[in-house]
């Protein structure tokens, strides 16, 4: 079965740091474009960040640059979204996705192959 599943949110106060992780199984997450993107609640759903692996593409939104950082485990078929320096704009639904291949570019909304159910992260005093 083919499926995505983040885990690793919860509460955590401002300026804090979580790990937020996304596991595959069904397939094997080397081979794919991951994306980690929010939803806050009345917002549209944003991309945070993209990566390829290999030579490939890695970005971050500007809302994220040098505070977040994405890394992978092959071994344990498992992506990571390290979060540092939160603040209660980070408030969201974080949410793993993959497409297949390796993009050089990210993909648009519609391209992602699978998404997981996503994590509820908040950020609050």
């Known amino acids: 079965q083919v499926q995505l599943a983040e885990s690793g949110g919860g509460l955590v106060q401002p300026g804090g740091s979580l790990r937020l992780s996304c596991q595959a199984s069904?397939?094997?997450?080397?081979?794919?474009?991951i994306g980690w993107f929010r939803q806050a609640p009345g917002k549209e759903r944003e991309r945070v960040s993209c990566d390829s692996s290999g030579d490939g593409i890695l970005e971050y939104a500007d809302s994220v640059k040098g505070r977040f950082a994405i890394s992978r485990d092959n071994a344990k078929n498992t992506v990571y979204l390290q979060m540092n320096y939160l603040s209660t704009e980070d408030t969201a639904v974080y949410y793993c996705?993959?497409?297949?291949?390796?993009?050089?570019?990210?993909?648009?909304?519609?391209?992602?192959?699978?998404w997981g159910q996503g994590t509820q992260v908040t950020v609050s005093s």
């Open positions: 069904g397939f094997a997450l080397d081979y794919y474009t």
């Open positions: 996705a993959a497409a297949k291949g390796r993009w050089l570019r990210c993909p648009g909304i519609d391209e992602w192959n699978y």
